[in-house]
């Protein structure tokens, strides 16, 4: 078992499907990502670059994009709690996996560009 398996492990079940399913976007966008735990929380990085992060709470899952990613998509996260670089995924509504994958990918080409 690895760090981010380890750190997934910790929360209920339910949410450790759901973190899971944030995890496997990712790497299926980002397969080449490095994946590691930072500050405190699974986080990506291709091109030497920070791609996202995710992290596991008592009642949402926060992801965290940078703050390019999230003004990319302020229109479609504006019904989300936010902070710079960072949103809130209510536990009691649905994950918006198809957007957290659209912003994965946004990333992902963000650091492609970025070499």
């Known amino acids: 078992m690895n ?11 339910e949410v450790q ?14 397969p080449q990502a490095i994946e590691k735990m930072a500050y405190g929380m699974p986080g990506y990085k291709t091109n030497g ?21 999230h003004e ?6 504006s019904k989300y709690k936010q902070g710079k670089g ?5 536990l009691d509504q649905p994950i918006p996996f198809e957007l957290i994958e659209q912003i994965v990918k946004f990333r992902v080409e963000e650091n492609a560009k970025a070499k």
């Open 3 to 13: 760090e981010i398996d380890e750190y997934i492990s910790k929360f209920p079940e």
């Open 17 to 30: 499907q759901q973190l899971q399913q944030v995890r496997a976007i990712i790497k299926n966008i980002a």
């Open 49 to 69: 670059k920070p791609l996202v992060y995710f992290a596991g709470y008592k009642n949402h899952i926060g992801f965290y994009a940078t703050p390019s990613g």
């Open 72 to 77: 990319a998509f302020q229109n479609e996260l």
């Open 86 to 90: 960072s949103v809130q995924f209510p």
